[in-house]
């Protein structure tokens, strides 16, 4: 197994070391808008899935008004991390340029699409400065075992701090193989564990940062 890490790499080098093909499953989370998800689409093709998983409440009426309708996407509202149950977003926002938080752990830094002033209405979701938000958590285990997810062929995403618990929430599926590659942004504040813990599970650090596995 390969890894490796990079710090601040564009969600277009998610691909780097893994190209998709057609009949992949490719998981993302922390999907914004789903500019890559539908960039993906295009590569797994009819026979592939896509999971897209965003827990900022504007981000998910914006992805799901950015995909094409009738698209074969499947779409969780939720968190990932290292247990199932109830948690807290701290959002800010100045316009729609918003930071969600995990209490402690910054969740997702989010900025307009195309680095440019977009105008979004004000429903159906309305954030306030400093905004407490309830969300639902999810490990990647549940997801698999609910899903009846065989494998992961590309499991990429930038969640902001969560990257290490959301690991520790794959704990069978790292055990077994069933993640074959990784492009996960293990840059931010309390993700330095990411490498460790994916060593410990036989894969190689081949960079710093942004982290490619495969297995």
Not at 16 to 37: I, N, T
Not at 57 to 62: A, I, K
Request: glycine content about 8%; charged content about 25%.
């Amino acid at each position: 197994m390969d890894v490796s890490i990079d710090y601040g790499v564009p969600e277009n080098d998610y691909e780097k070391h893994y190209q998709l093909k057609e009949g992949d499953l490719y998981v993302e989370a922390g999907a914004f808008w789903g500019r890559y998800g539908k960039k993906a689409l295009q590569k797994v093709g009819p026979t592939g899935r896509i999971l897209l998983i965003e827990p900022s409440p504007l981000n998910m009426w914006l992805l799901l008004r950015n995909l094409p309708k009738g698209t074969p996407i499947a779409i969780l509202q939720k968190a990932l991390w290292s247990s199932s149950g109830i948690g807290w977003l701290w959002m800010q926002s100045d316009n729609i340029a918003q930071c969600v938080h995990w209490t402690n752990h910054r969740l997702a830094k989010i900025s307009n699409l195309d680095g440019e002033a977009v105008e979004v209405p004000c429903n159906p979701v309305k954030i306030l400065e400093g905004q407490l938000v309830l969300t639902d958590l999810i490990t990647l285990d549940q997801i698999a075992e609910e899903l009846d997810v065989d494998h992961i062929d590309l499991l990429a995403w930038d969640i902001e701090g969560a990257g290490h618990e959301a690991l520790k929430g794959a704990e069978r599926l790292l055990l077994q193989g069933r993640i074959k590659n990784f492009a996960i942004d293990c840059s931010h504040p309390g993700e330095e564990q990411c490498a460790t813990l994916l060593k410990s599970n036989g894969y190689k650090i081949l960079e710093d940062g942004l982290v490619y596995a495969k297995r």
